[in-house]
């Protein structure tokens, strides 16, 4: 069955035949009327040469006449020989009325269309009122055909050359129209910016394979990490160049029988003719392989990665809605999993769909409730042991389920859009509690705050986070911000970029979780932050770990160098303490210190804090 974005497959033919029936009908037409036309002016021009030929003959006649009346045949034949040369008849015969012949003229001319059409008139010779003679004159038709026949050749010529111009126009239009049902099919099954099958393209494909292919297979979604980001940091005009590169990178990986197909703005699938669960982990690899491969934007490297979900064919489905179905079931867990994850379809991937779904609702019901609070875990000074500062920890209490942990209800309220109303929300969390320090008469060191990139994706939404800020009195005395790589890695040098706009009203940044994203030297430079945080998965045994250690010396150095202070996160062993101290960590924070503590404890710790300091003061 057909629809209706595709030509029929008759329809070249269609195309072809029917106007060459109108041109046809159009040259019938053209020569019915040149026919009507050459036999109107046949006859015109025959009826003026008959009246020449009688305007002739009355004169002939008139001269003829004297010649008869005295019986002068040599006069008769003289004058009218004479008479039908000037006139440049073909013949002219002189009778008596009894039928005598008096005088006859022939110039020896005569063609055989005259023989076959002559030209002739008959009239009485009169003398006296008394018919003497009868002349008859008669007149060649070589004329009179040969302008019909210039006629109908100029004519035949002109339709001609007519109907080969209607053809060809027709030809061209046909083919014209064929081009434009062949690009409007094209474009029907087909991604314009890519050039990948679209989505009903590979539910036709997958369709085909259901219904002819008993092998195993396998349907691969990918979807882009942080491509939004992308975007925001180059504009879309960049962003669709990204996705052509891309695009054309995993092309290199399908067969002629494979499909490379792109589902939404960063969402792309790979049907795969052959697969099973022992090539699952080395096809993925390779896809995150050729997703890595730097893209230079100028002259900076960006390196993609993608979370990836799978579904093997028939297991996972047994047609083609079902297989992409449940590749998306497997992609949506595997985004929950974080940044490049893989992830195979499972039969409990619906329920847990369906889990986050309900999640999704209580996360919008958690912000009305205020079931969201913030603990906070201190940051120590590596020499001396003050407190200089405390990270801000969210965390969400629900009224039936207890504690969920931010790594399961943070990603749903990014992907959900919650994260914006959220992230204003915990300010104002932030302020309640530093108020109630304050009005202790507590000495309060600088709060920092995780912002993510999805907290702005309109520029609105910048200004409302700087609005709450000033309207809470939360000023770069009391607050630092913290960004992941990802977060920071939006437009670095527009004016208008959050970072940009926080710095210049004086508010402290820190690179957190620093050697996870995006890391590199020119990244540093342009960012300009004023405090490196380096991530707990490069302290976590440091000190068993020579390597470990000059890579954290490393960017100690590179940080000092930038005139950035350093955090050492995640400590929580002796050995690990000592080995970041002796790489040259400004500051640290980890269990081993203290714990993430609520707000009531984290006061008990501030008052503690603030008397020994007294007391090493007196």
């Not at 159009?26 to 026919?35: C, P």
Request: hydrophobic share 40%; proline share 4%; aromatic share 6%.
């Amino acid at each position: 069955m057909h629809t209706p974005f595709f030509p029929h497959p008759n329809s070249k033919r269609r195309l072809s035949t029917t106007p060459n029936k109108e041109i046809a009908g159009l040259v019938a037409a053209l020569f019915s009327l040149m026919l009507l036309l050459a036999v109107v002016q046949f006859h015109g021009l025959k009826a003026s040469m008959l009246s020449d030929l009688e305007a002739a003959a009355e004169l002939i006649a008139q001269n003829a006449s004297h010649a008869i009346v005295i019986e002068d045949d040599t006069e008769a034949h003289e004058l009218l020989s004479a008479l039908a040369r000037s006139k440049n008849l073909l013949k002219a015969r002189l009778e008596s009325p009894d039928g005598r012949l008096l005088a006859v003229y022939d110039n020896g001319q005569a063609r055989r269309c005259d023989e076959l059409m002559p030209l002739r008139v008959s009239r009485p010779v009169l003398a006296y009122g008394k018919q003497v003679g009868q002349l008859i004159l008669t007149a060649s038709s070589h004329k009179l055909l040969s302008w019909t026949a210039v006629f109908l050749g100029i004519g035949s010529i002109s339709i001609a050359v007519a109907w080969f111009t209607s053809w060809l126009s027709a030809r061209r239009a046909a083919k014209a129209a064929r081009q434009a049902q062949q690009k409007l099919a094209w474009m029907s099954r087909h991604d314009p910016l890519t050039g990948c099958a679209n989505r009903e393209e590979l539910r036709a494909h997958l369709r085909e394979r259901f219904q002819s292919s008993p092998n195993h297979s396998a349907l691969y979604l990918l979807d882009l990490d942080d491509f939004t980001v992308f975007n925001a940091a180059y504009g879309a005009h960049q962003g669709d160049a990204i996705l052509r590169v891309i695009a054309q990178r995993l092309q290199t990986l399908v067969k002629p029988e494979d499909r490379l197909a792109r589902l939404s703005a960063d969402e792309f699938a790979l049907s795969l003719q052959h697969g099973s669960e022992h090539s699952l982990l080395e096809f993925t690899t390779r896809i995150q392989e050729v997703l890595r491969e730097p893209i230079f934007v100028g002259d900076v490297p960006l390196r993609a990665t993608a979370c990836i979900g799978v579904a093997l064919l028939p297991d996972d489905a047994n047609n083609e809605d079902s297989a992409i179905q449940s590749a998306s079931a497997a992609l949506s867990m595997a985004r929950h999993a974080g940044h490049g994850s893989v992830c195979r379809y499972e039969e409990g991937h619906d329920r847990k769909l369906r889990d986050r779904a309900d999640l999704t609702d209580a996360l919008r019901l958690a912000l009305v409730r205020g079931e969201f609070r913030l603990n906070y875990q201190p940051i120590y000074s590596m020499h001396g042991g003050r407190m200089n500062g405390a990270e801000a920890l969210i965390r969400w209490k629900h009224p039936s389920r207890g504690l969920i942990s931010p790594d399961r209800f943070v990603p749903i309220a990014e992907s959900s859009g919650l994260i914006e109303e959220i992230g204003l929300h915990l300010l104002g969390l932030l302020q309640r509690d530093r108020q109630a320090w304050l009005c202790a008469g507590l000495q309060v060191p600088p709060i920092a705050i995780n912002i993510s990139s999805l907290q702005f994706p309109k520029e609105q939404s910048k200004d409302r986070f700087l609005q709450q800020l000033s309207a809470l009195e939360l000023g770069p005395d009391a607050l630092e911000i913290e960004l992941t790589e990802r977060a920071a890695f939006e437009e670095l040098e527009g004016k208008d970029s959050i970072i940009h706009r926080l710095k210049g009203r004086g508010y402290s940044i820190s690179l957190d979780d620093f050697g996870t994203g995006y890391s590199s030297l020119s990244y540093l430079h342009r960012i300009n932050c004023d405090k490196l945080k380096i991530d707990r998965s490069f302290v976590r045994r440091m000190d068993e770990n020579p390597k470990a250690q000059q890579l954290v010396k490393a960017i100690v150095e590179v940080a000092h160098a930038f005139h950035m202070t350093t955090v050492a996160e995640g400590v929580e062993t002796e050995g690990e303490l000592n080995a970041v101290r002796n790489a040259g960590c400004t500051a640290v924070q980890g269990y081993l210190l203290d714990r993430p503590l609520d707000a009531h404890a984290f006061g008990e710790r501030l008052a503690a804090l603030n008397g020994k300091a007294s007391e090493d003061a007196v």
